[in-house]
């Protein structure tokens, strides 16, 4: 997997004991990333900024859980919440609607620079995705039957967040997902045997010629 993580020093220097703050939304990118921080021994806290109202919370909150209670045992990892639904009318006011997702990136920045700041926290994380970045997952080998339809069904998936909805998330955000057609003949699958939530079928040859070039990848 390659990095897909952006670490803005807000003091200097970070040591592996030190207070971080990610940008989380509970899609695919935020988890990863909050989860490759603490692998390097980083005490990681979570933002939300709230764009989605109660839906986006509670899933997020679902997501941080799992991170917190599977993942997370040096620390008990704390998620805050600042809405920033009533900032969208005021940018709409002023800006075209080409520049807004680029203002609203801009402004998400700077109010969470400032309250890592507050919280103490010496270093400000986000992932490339929230940055504007092409991002990519190409989902190949067992990674295909994490998108068959029903797979959520299983008793033991009924216990995490939605796969489902962490894609939705990702995608509404700007990544882009796609399918290798050999893994999905391997397992005997078609188009109609999986979930809405991609953006085409691609070989590894095509998928790394025409969508891979300057992207932030992810193979699962």
């Known amino acids: 997997m390659a990095k897909n993580f952006f670490v803005q020093n807000i003091e200097s220097p970070i040591n592996e004991r030190s207070v971080v703050l990610i940008l989380f939304s509970g899609g695919i990118d935020s988890p990863?990333?909050?989860?490759?921080?603490?692998?390097?021994?980083?005490?990681?806290h979570m933002l939300l900024f709230n764009l989605?109202?109660?839906?986006?919370?509670?899933?997020?909150?679902?997501?941080?859980?799992?991170?917190?209670?599977?993942?997370?045992?040096?620390y008990r990892p704390k998620l805050?919440?600042?809405?920033?639904?009533?900032?969208?009318?005021?940018?709409?006011?002023?800006?075209?609607?080409?520049?807004?997702?680029?203002?609203?990136?801009?402004a998400m920045m700077r109010i969470a620079s400032r309250f890592a700041r507050?919280?103490?926290?010496?270093?400000?994380?986000?992932?490339?995705?929230?940055?504007?970045?092409?991002?990519?997952?190409?989902?190949?080998?067992?990674?295909?039957l994490r998108l068959r339809k029903g797979y959520e069904d299983d008793d033991w998936m009924k216990k995490l967040p939605k796969i489902s909805e962490q894609l939705e998330i990702f995608r509404n955000e700007g990544g882009k997902i796609y399918v290798c057609p050999a893994a999905m003949a391997f397992h005997n699958l078609t188009i109609n045997d999986l979930t809405s939530n991609m953006d085409?079928?691609?070989g590894l040859v095509e998928f790394l010629a025409?969508?891979?070039?300057?992207?932030?990848l992810i193979y699962v």
Do not use: C, N
Not at 128 to 144: A, D, R
Not at 210 to 216: P, R
């Open 210 to 216: 025409q969508d891979a070039k300057d992207a932030i």
């Open 200 to 202: 085409g079928i691609r």
């Open 52 to 74: 989605g109202g109660d839906r986006h919370i509670y899933g997020a909150i679902r997501v941080a859980k799992v991170l917190a209670d599977k993942w997370i045992s040096k």
């Open 80 to 106: 805050y919440v600042i809405d920033l639904r009533p900032l969208i009318p005021r940018i709409a006011l002023y800006v075209k609607e080409d520049h807004m997702v680029i203002l609203l990136r801009r």
């Open 118 to 144: 507050k919280i103490g926290a010496k270093a400000l994380a986000t992932s490339y995705l929230s940055l504007g970045f092409e991002v990519s997952i190409f989902f190949t080998y067992k990674g295909v």
């Open 32 to 44: 990863v990333t909050t989860w490759l921080l603490v692998r390097k021994g980083l005490e990681v």
